[in-house]
């Protein structure tokens, strides 16, 4: 059974730091490609950051230079170190496991960034 169980999220003040991790289990994790996403009220799922089995990454435009993504593959875990957090980045985060045709969600955590 594939799991993701992502935890760090929380209340934070604008301009302020939060570190993610996403935990996973049931699958060989060094071989898939690693995500975060996130998902504000009203608004769809967009992608923060990736990086694939290979190390490479990409970040979305919004995020490049604040947001950094990593993986740990002997710990089978992701992070996302989010700094210089601005309200827009407000949203629940998901973590992402692809390969191929197979996708795998984490259930989410909530990131809230007040003024």
């Known amino acids: 059974q594939v799991q993701l169980v992502e935890s760090g999220g929380g209340l934070v003040q604008a301009g302020g730091s939060l570190s993610l991790s996403c935990a996973a289990s049931g699958i060989t994790f060094n071989i898939y490609d690693m995500g975060w996403y996130r998902q504000a009220p009203g608004k769809q799922r967009e992608l923060v950051a990736v990086?694939?089995?290979?190390?490479?990454?990409n970040y979305a435009d919004s995020v490049k230079g604040r947001f950094t993504i990593t993986r740990d593959n002997a710990k089978n875990t992701l992070y996302l170190q989010m700094n210089s957090l601005k309200l827009e980045d407000t949203a629940v985060y998901y973590c992402n496991a692809r390969l191929v045709a197979r996708f795998y969600w984490g259930q989410g955590t909530q990131v809230t960034v007040s003024s």
């Open positions: 990086i694939r089995s290979g190390g490479t990454t």
